[in-house]
């Protein structure tokens, strides 16, 4: 209950990534982190094991019947989805995406001048939510709408914290965090609902992701429900801006600890981008900020456990798994396991030079996760992430302000228990002080 993500990692790496039943009481899932039962349960056996149960019920009374669900709407919204979240239609809205980060980070610098300290978790989400907001939603919400949503999604997430680790508790006992969690969902609702009223009668033809799902068309040829729409939006609006956002956050005190990384990543940046502003044309030469994110991502990713529930008695690597039984795989495990990473608790971008890759398992490294229900923003993100630290860095060297250890909270996103805060110092003044 102390800290339950690093608790299932050192679970993983005992049992050296071989099957473990977790004794919790009345509730005994299964810990999977061998990168073969992961593929299996992710990709080669899928329909066995559904994003159902008790684990999902928290999350259902905010994401809905959506993506993240499963059979028809899941299939239904991923047909209207997947065609929006390509390298192509990505590369077709960075501009705009980069233009909104450079104006957001822009208003940072009143922080760098006074020498007041920023909270690092509440500005990656800030910068992240107004880009990731025109994706969604075009033109059609106002930045006070768009800052509504942002602290009523991050409320959502983390005031289910309690549900998420005693999910077998009843919902007719009122658990902590409870009426900050419903109070956030009607927040989300008071946003959304009016917008996708809006952008049904303007009909529009845009690219944004709330005028392709009021075009779209159910099996029977009928217009998707409005529900359905809110409950899409609110499943990419997550994977989208809180996942990208909160796994940034864990990037500045990784730097500070590894001031040799963040150098190479500032030169990068300083040779690439200059005094900026970071555009697209710049994240094919970023190559070492790619390095960083990847490896960010296996450390700390943002999706740390994936629930799943077997819907009929198997095998995973010889333990009996009866039908009805939860299974937790956790990449936040796996990507610790001795056997298939040297030194994993160590940060070194190193690992993913594209010249000295060496072959590992697919399963292996899954931050996006795996098999039919990938993650759709993983294109997204590796256009997005890029961009904002780039943005970033060639304006100001962030310091850290706050001793850690930073240890993970146990919500929805992987986020830092402990607050963040950093300095911005400005590039040029940051420079003449290191001369």
């Known amino acids: 209950m102390k800290d339950p993500v690093n608790a299932l990692a050192e679970i993983g790496r005992q049992a050296g990534g071989e099957v473990v039943r977790l004794d919790l009481g009345l509730f005994r899932p299964y810990l999977v982190t061998h990168p073969d039962h992961v593929q299996q349960v992710l990709k080669s056996d ?40 390509t390298r192509r239609y990505i590369s077709s809205i960075a501009e705009e995406m980069a233009k909104t980060i450079t104006l957001r980070i822009q208003e940072l610098d009143r922080y760098a001048l006074s020498g007041r300290l920023i909270d690092a978790a509440e500005e990656m989400a800030g910068i992240v939510n107004q880009a990731v907001i025109r994706v969604l939603f075009g033109d059609r919400i106002t930045r006070a709408d768009g800052e509504r949503l ?20 009843p919902y007719s006992v009122r658990v902590p965090g ?37 075009r779209a068309r159910g099996e029977d040829g009928a217009e998707i429900g409005d529900r359905q729409i809110r409950d899409d939006l609110v499943s990419v609006y997550g994977a989208a801006s809180e996942s990208t956002a909160m796994t940034l ?16 990543l500032y030169e990068e940046i300083d040779r690439v981008v200059g005094t900026g502003p970071a555009v697209p044309a710049h994240v094919p030469e970023l190559r070492y900020t790619r390095m960083v994110l990847q490896e960010l991502l296996r450390l700390y990713p943002a999706g740390w456990i994936f629930p799943r529930m077997a819907t009929r008695t198997a095998e995973i690597g010889g333990t009996r798994v009866k039908a009805g039984a939860q299974v937790l795989i956790s990449p936040y495990a796996t990507h610790r396991l001795d056997g298939f990473w040297e030194r994993p608790l160590e940060f070194d971008p190193e690992r993913f030079a594209p010249e000295g890759q060496e072959r590992r398992h697919k399963y292996s490294y899954f931050p996006f996760g795996g098999g039919p229900h990938q993650c759709l923003g993983q294109h997204l993100f590796y256009v997005e992430a890029p961009l904002l ?47």
């Not at 956050?249 to 963040?262: E, F, G, K, N």
């Not at 146990?410 to 607050?419: D, G, Q, T």
Request: charged residues 25%.
């Open 46 to 85: 899928w329909t066995n094991y559904r994003r159902e149960g008790m684990f999902w019920r928290p999350l259902r009374r905010i994401l809905g019947a959506s993506i993240l669900g499963e059979g028809k709407p899941w299939e239904s919204s991923r047909e209207v989805l997947q065609p929006l979240f």
């Open 389 to 435: 630290v780039a943005a970033i860095l060639s304006r100001f060297r962030p310091t850290l302000a706050t001793a850690g250890p930073f240890t993970p909270s146990p919500a929805a996103s992987l986020r830092p228990r402990e607050k963040i805060a950093l300095k911005l110092v400005p590039v040029r003044r940051a420079m003449g002080e290191a001369l």
């Open 249 to 264: 956050t864990w990037l500045w005190p990784l730097l500070d600890a590894h001031p040799q990384v963040a150098e190479r």
């Open 178 to 214: 409870d009426r900050a969690f419903m109070k956030a969902v009607e927040t989300v609702d008071d946003v959304l609902f009016p917008v996708i009223r809006k952008a049904r009668a303007d009909r529009s033809d845009s690219l944004d992701v709330i005028s392709a799902l009021c």
């Open 150 to 169: 942002a602290p009523a999604y991050d409320t959502a997430a983390t005031s289910i914290n309690f549900r998420l680790l005693m999910p077998f508790m």
